[in-house]
């Protein structure tokens, strides 16, 4: 159904903007992505946080986290995986309240994007710094967009 007004409403554009500039840019309307900058929150059982995360043009993505140890960046990679869909993997590292590394998180989320606003969930795996599976947890990830520009560390 959504597949069905979209196209509707693209068609209607389409030929709206056909019309009046004869080009051909309506076709956009549809195909949303997530470059840019993103602000939100990590929901995850017992606990929620504030995020940011970036997706660049290139595929690239990261996370920016704030704890009482500092701001701490991750990277991974996004991809299109519908036309308001997407699906994004990022390596966390984990740091004691010291700051000493204790193994990372493999995040693996999938989204719905809706304008200028994306949800995901998806679990996360834990891993020691032998790379030994520690446990999982399933997150949720509301955002909304705060720039259309991504960050540096995700082009």
């Not at 840019?25 to 992505?33: E, Y």
């Not at 701001?71 to 004691?96: C, H, M, P, R, V």
Request: glycine content about 10%; overall charge neutral; hydrophobic content about 30%.
């Amino acid at each position: 159904m959504k597949t069905r007004l979209c196209l509707t409403l693209t068609a209607a554009a389409l030929m709206s903007v056909v019309a009046t500039t004869g080009t051909a840019g309506a076709a956009q309307l549809c195909n949303l992505t997530p470059v840019g900058t993103w602000s939100g929150t990590v929901t995850r059982p017992g606990a929620s946080d504030q995020i940011q995360l970036s997706f660049g043009k290139s595929g690239r993505a990261c996370l920016i986290t704030t704890s009482a140890s500092g701001t701490a960046t991750s990277t991974g990679t996004w991809s299109q995986s519908g036309s308001q869909q997407f699906n994004y993997k990022i390596k966390e590292s984990l740091t004691d309240e010291n700051g000493t590394a204790t193994g990372w998180i493999q995040i693996n989320q999938d989204a719905v994007q809706q304008g200028t606003d994306f949800s995901s969930s998806g679990t996360s795996r834990i891993y020691d710094l032998d790379g030994n599976l520690q446990g999982s947890v399933t997150s949720h990830v509301t955002a909304t967009r705060t720039s259309s520009t991504a960050l540096p560390c995700a082009t």
